[in-house]
């Protein structure tokens, strides 16, 4: 309940701040998405690389179970 409580607060507090007229923070804010964009594209783009990576090596795993499997099931 307090989570939900302070979550609420922050919020309000953030539209207020980038309201104008206000703190009139807006452009500050926009400068900041600005600075961000390129940052997050990179994280981004590096978790894709390493769920990529992570996707081949189960593919590759896959296939050498499903060869111990048929190799197992022709020996009996």
Known sequence: MVAL???IVCI???VFACL???LG???DVLAFLRGSVPVLAAFIGL????IGIADI???IEAKKEEAEEAAAEKKE
């Open 12 to 14: 309000a507090f953030a």
């Open 20 to 22: 104008p007229g206000t």
């Open 5 to 7: 409580i302070v979550g």
């Open 25 to 27: 923070w807006w452009q």
């Open 47 to 50: 978790i894709a690389v390493f």
């Open 57 to 59: 090596k189960d593919r």
